[in-house]
């Protein structure tokens, strides 16, 4: 069975600065699907980030990217020039590429707080 | 931009009654999915559906839970017999069909949050 943890229940950031979260995972798959989703407050799970385990290259979406380091199984979270907006709770997910459905398993979760 | 809709927000119920939580999933989605977070914890997958029918459920989806899909637009989870271990928030989502290998983007609903006494 898969499991993803996020080590880090809450962070804080000034904004305008870069802040790091971090997520490792375990599974015996060798190909497999990682995301970032961000949860504001009293709003619904966004998909901020996602990256294809076959993909040596890191995901960026704009101030967001990705460390991914397949063989420590890790998989951060990297958002530079933080933003007020960006306050929110992080999940990291896990979903298997084989198999019909789309089953994410995730995270905790990682409270995230951007300081003015 | 479409988004996935869940109806209640908040429901308070009596432990042993019948929940019904809906979902308007997005329109020209083919897969839907439950997933539950209970307070401080995980966010768990429950079940996914896909054609009319389950396409995997967790060791969580027991005999007490169903879902349906009764008129092509809504997707809800019923709770027959509720227990306290079942309070918890409840996410809705759906995904369209995966192309040539690339997941689909799963897309959350804001979450019903079930309180049972």
């Known amino acids: 069975a898969q499991t993803v943890t996020q080590s880090q229940p809450e962070m804080s950031v000034q904004e305008a600065e870069t802040v790091t979260l971090s997520c490792t995972y375990d599974?015996?798959?060798?190909?497999?699907?990682l995301f970032w989703y961000k949860q504001p407050p009293s709003r619904q799970m966004i998909l901020v980030i996602r990256?294809?385990?076959?993909?040596?290259q890191n995901a960026t979406e704009n101030r967001f990217s990705v460390n991914f380091q397949k063989a420590a199984k890790s998989f951060s979270l990297k958002i530079s020039d933080s933003q007020l907006g960006d306050t929110a709770m992080y999940f990291c997910?896990?979903?298997?590429?084989?198999?019909?459905?789309?089953?994410?398993?995730f995270g905790k979760g990682t409270k995230l707080t951007v300081n003015p | 931009e479409p988004e996935v809709t869940q109806t209640p927000s908040h429901q308070v119920t009596q432990m042993g009654q019948e929940v019904i939580l809906r979902c308007v999933p997005i329109?020209?989605?083919?897969?839907f999915y439950w997933y539950r977070q209970i307070l401080g914890q995980k966010v768990e997958f429950l079940v996914s559906f896909y054609n009319n029918e389950i396409s995997e459920k967790s060791e969580i989806f027991d005999d007490q839970f169903s879902v349906e899909r009764p008129d092509g637009s809504n997707f809800t989870l019923k709770i027959r017999s509720t227990k306290l271990e079942d309070s918890a928030m409840y996410f809705c989502?759906?995904?369209?069909?995966?192309?040539?290998?690339?997941?689909?983007?799963?897309?959350f609903g804001e979450g019903s949050r079930l309180t049972v006494l």
């Open positions: 990256q294809e385990a076959y993909k040596q």
């Open positions: 329109s020209n989605h083919l897969y």
């Open positions: 989502a759906s995904s369209m069909a995966r192309d040539r290998g690339q997941t689909g983007e799963l897309f």
């Open positions: 599974t015996s798959e060798n190909n497999y699907y």
């Open positions: 997910a896990f979903m298997k590429t084989q198999g019909g459905s789309e089953k994410l398993v």
